[in-house]
């Protein structure tokens, strides 16, 4: 059984950075893809970043150029650096994954994946 586990989270002023990780426990073998996610309180889920199965990545308009995508394989890690945080990022941000092969894009779709962490919340003052 695959388990997601973020951290990282947490309050910053507008303008400032955080950076969130995602530690994935119960994976047998690579590649995989992993994104992340973010809701607010009874709205749907939208996708943030995402890495394929070979590597290329993929944001969403909001975050491009503020936010980095990174994953260490060996160590079974997804980062999320965010820059230039806006209150508008201010949501409970998902840690996302599933098992794929090179060929797999990146996606933002959160029906393309399987496993979820807990969330961490970001929040951003202004």
């Known amino acids: 059984q695959v388990q997601l586990v973020e951290s990282g989270g947490g309050s910053v002023q507008a303008g400032g950075s955080l950076r969130l990780s995602c530690a994935a426990f119960?994976?047998?073998?690579?590649?995989?893809?992993m994104a992340w996610f973010r809701q607010a309180p009874g709205k749907e889920r939208e996708g943030v970043a995402a890495?394929?199965?070979?590597?290329?990545?993929r944001y969403a308009d909001s975050v491009k150029g503020r936010f980095t995508i990174s994953r260490d394989n060996a160590k079974n890690t997804l980062s999320l650096q965010m820059d230039s945080l806006k209150s508008e990022d201010s949501f409970m941000y998902y840690c996302?994954?599933?098992?794929?092969?090179?060929?797999?894009?990146?996606?933002?779709?959160?029906?393309?994946?399987?496993?979820w962490g807990q969330g961490t919340q970001v929040t951003v003052s202004s």
């Open positions: 996302a994954a599933r098992y794929c092969t090179v060929y797999f894009a990146a996606s933002l779709r959160q029906s393309d994946y399987n496993y």
């Open positions: 119960g994976y047998t073998y690579s590649p995989y893809c």
């Open positions: 890495i394929g199965g070979d590597g290329n990545t």
